[in-house]
């Protein structure tokens, strides 16, 4: 029962991004939207344990996600076979632009984390443990 109140609270807040981004006209997807108001919505305990609760249960059925995919690619093998060298070289190109994205913000953080720490003094003549 509580998965069906995760899944309901999941479907509810994509909704409610939807509406908002519609009604005030933003430059955002509506379910980007909702995935920030569920951010918000995961600091109440109700809330997380039931969208976790959900989110188990979508896991341990994944597989069944895929179906979808799979039988569209089959319908579409035309198009796949015109312009699939396109779509693999963009799926390349657009992984190791994220992958470089994110190897940056890392070095970037990890460069701000050690000017922000405070290291112990130099001066210290303690050898360490003997």
């Known amino acids: 029962m509580r998965s069906l109140q995760g899944v309901a609270w999941l479907l509810a807040l994509q909704a409610l991004g939807e509406l908002l981004g519609r009604a005030l006209g933003l430059p955002i997807p509506g379910p980007v939207i909702g995935l920030l108001l569920l951010l918000v919505a995961l600091r109440l305990p109700s809330i997380q344990a039931s969208v976790g609760e959900a989110a188990n249960f979508l896991l341990s059925h994944l597989s069944l996600l895929f179906v979808p995919v799979g039988v569209g690619v089959m319908t579409h093998l035309g198009l796949l076979e015109a312009h699939g060298g ?11 632009v994220g992958l470089g ?3 940056w913000t890392l070095h970037w953080l990890l460069r701000r984390q050690a000017r922000t720490t405070p290291h112990p003094p130099a001066d210290s003549d303690d050898e360490g443990p003997i």
């Open 101 to 103: 994205a994110t190897a």
């Open 86 to 96: 396109r779509v693999v070289a963009v799926i390349v190109l657009s992984t190791w």
